[in-house]
């Protein structure tokens, strides 16, 4: 599998549309309130990197990190095609932001991602990276459709 990650500025449709994908993806499994998605606006803000992942000229999936200050991240918009999950993309991009944390001297960091059982790979993947269950972190409050997770650096 030869994949191409790269910084994105966000600007093309193709990258676009994926972010509304993803958007909806977290709409259908998770209650309005309850989803914690940045929109693409969101994801165009200073302390915030994004990353798309290409194969063979196609758009395939993206991640971000948010920088919290005090040497700290939280990894955000992490996506896959729905047809190309479980061919270890998103290893592949959490690797890459696990990386970027590190060159950046990160001492930590955190994630939000769901309770339902749709998020159970996802957080199945997080733990095999060592992160672990924690509390509500920065902005976040209690929520029983939200899972926190945090990995020390």
Known sequence: MTIDIRPDDLTSAEMADLIAIHAQTMLASSPPESCHFLPIDGLRQPSVSVWSMWENGALIGCGALKD??????????????????????????????????????????????????????????????????????????????????????
């Open 68 to 153: 919290l200050g005090n040497g700290e991240g939280e990894i955000k918009s992490m996506h896959t095609r729905a047809h190309l999950r479980g061919r270890g993309i998103g290893r592949l991009m959490l690797e890459h932001i696990l990386g970027v944390a590190r060159a950046r001297g990160y001492t930590g960091l955190w994630l939000e991602t769901g309770s339902m059982d749709a998020f159970i790979p996802a957080r199945r993947l997080y733990e095999s990276y060592g992160f672990s269950y924690c509390g509500p972190f920065g902005d976040y409050a209690e929520d029983p459709n939200s899972v926190f997770m945090c990995l020390q650096m």
